[in-house]
């Protein structure tokens, strides 16, 4: 069996402003009716491949959870990583955690941002590799190119080990465009999908010779981590000593046991938002639109408005792309997609909340979004899932009015406790122990206002919380 490894960090930056530091790329609806994560699980389900192995932040582990049983797949286990140290520390952690679980388990490594048009495809050309992966060697996939990409590291191929398999000879940076050109030529260059195929111990030996610090330190972070309602937090103390890098230039450009299969379908990293209009569906004059937009006499434009509340206009439009949430609008010439991550540092610096925070906040129990903010008051929709119930909690600086408008809540004020049918209200004084639960089996969905001196998500005292927050 396959083990299969997600990788599932990410700044959010690229394709801002759909995608944030909040809720990055991954979890996101980018291109099709599942978001890049649920299609990046599905695709290594079924036979050959075992439950998946998820790497993630602490920030997602409960999107992770909730994806998952979106598409009804149980993970073998959710590894947390105090922070982000890039690819290396996170493909070893992985991997020591697959070998304790299956000492003789193949992994594959996969990023969980990417889109395949043609999974089974994909799954063949695992399968192609997997002669090599049990002889020893390090798997690599590479993509055959249809363009000269600058935005893609490639990779170059040597001789043939077994059919469909080569000899990898190297890594290849991000090209300039000459170069670019000239590696589109050779069919030995592919473009690096960054994705792995190894059985758990070669990779494990492949970090103890190439990077013993990154090995080290990972392997007592995982020695010393603990269980947390099923999640495996590694230990922060060790993963302190984790040095930052990508396993590419930790591990896999000095490795001399590294093959690569080719890869003949479609695939994308989905790295900016020109490589999004490449993906989309497109009229006659090569304009990519969603739902809430109109155009007038544009050529080869995305517009994308991701709020059923705003209409996107495009006039005359030639090699645009304009995406408009309710919060944030971004509009940027085709060519220069790729310095979208520039505009969010500058953001980030002038302190626009937008820069990092995505407008819908997801939580272990559901999700909220404000409605309005003003001065003392703040207006809030908050959806709870079937059976989930917030903490028991009180505030020191704000007082709250809760009205249901679906399903049912059960609300607990200090000692009184009630059932909230739709269109009920009640309201929560300032300092009032007070807990809000769906009862039901289906959403529940209520409008807070809050009021009072200060109203930032962190006026909580919490007392009970399903979730270990206390």
Avoid at 426 to 447: C, D, F, Q, S, T
Wanted: aromatic share 8%; glycine share 8%; hydrophobic share 40%.
């Amino acid at each position: 069996m396959i083990t299969p490894i997600l990788l599932c960090g990410g700044s959010g930056t690229r394709l801002w402003p759909l995608s944030r530091k909040s809720f990055p790329k991954q979890f996101t609806n980018v291109v099709g009716d599942e978001s890049l994560f649920q299609a990046s699980a599905r695709r290594f389900t079924g036979e050959g491949f075992a439950e998946p192995v998820v790497v993630t932040g602490n920030d997602f582990r409960f999107i992770v959870t909730e994806q998952l049983a979106g598409i009804g797949v149980a993970p073998a286990g959710i590894l947390i990583e105090p922070d982000g140290r890039n690819t290396a520390p996170a493909a070893i952690a992985s991997a020591l955690y697959a070998a304790r679980r299956d000492p003789d388990t193949l992994i594959l490594l996969v990023p969980s941002d990417h889109a395949i048009a043609d999974p089974a495809a994909f799954r063949d050309a695992v399968a192609k590799g997997r002669v090599a992966a049990e002889e020893g060697q390090i798997v690599t996939f590479g993509i055959a190119p249809n363009r000269a990409e600058t935005g893609y590291g490639w990779l170059e191929a040597g001789e043939a080990t077994h059919e469909g398999i080569h000899r990898l000879v190297r890594f290849i940076e991000k090209p300039d465009a000459a170069r670019a050109a000239e590696l589109f030529t050779d069919r030995r260059n592919m473009w690096n999908a960054g994705v792995f195929l190894a059985s758990a111990q070669t990779l494990i030996a492949a970090f103890r010779d190439h990077a013993p610090e990154i090995y080290d330190a990972v392997e007592a972070s995982l020695d010393d981590s603990a269980t947390d309602l099923g999640f495996t937090r590694l230990d922060p103390d060790a993963w302190t000593r984790v040095p930052e890098d990508s396993i590419d230039y930790a591990v896999m450009e000095k490795a001399g046991n590294v093959s690569v299969v080719r890869f003949e379908g479609h695939w994308s990293d989905l790295g900016s938002w020109e490589s999004v209009w490449q993906e989309s569906d497109k009229d006659d004059r090569g304009n990519a639109r969603s739902e809430n937009t109109t155009c007038f006499d544009c050529d080869d434009t995305l517009l994308r408005s991701e709020s059923d509340e705003m209409e996107l206009v495009g006039i005359g439009l030639k090699n645009m792309v304009a995406v408009a949430m309710r919060d944030a609008v971004m509009v940027a010439d085709m060519s220069d997609s790729q310095n979208v991550k520039k505009a969010v540092s500058t953001l980030k610096q002038r302190g626009a909340k937008q820069a990092q925070q995505f407008p819908v906040d997801h939580r272990p129990w559901g999700w909220f979004e404000t409605l309005i903010l003003g001065d003392r008051f703040q207006v809030k929709r908050i959806h709870v899932h079937p059976g989930a119930a917030l903490s028991l909690q009180s505030h020191v600086h704000r007082s709250e009015h809760w009205i249901v408008v679906q399903g049912t809540a059960r609300v607990t004020v200090d000692d009184a406790v009630q059932l909230l049918t739709e269109n009920q209200s009640v309201y929560i004084p300032l300092g009032a122990v007070h807990r809000m639960e769906n009862p039901g089996k289906v959403p529940m969905v209520l409008i807070e206002v809050q009021t009072g001196s200060y109203l930032g998500e962190d006026d909580i005292i919490r007392y009970e919380d399903d979730y270990a927050r206390t």
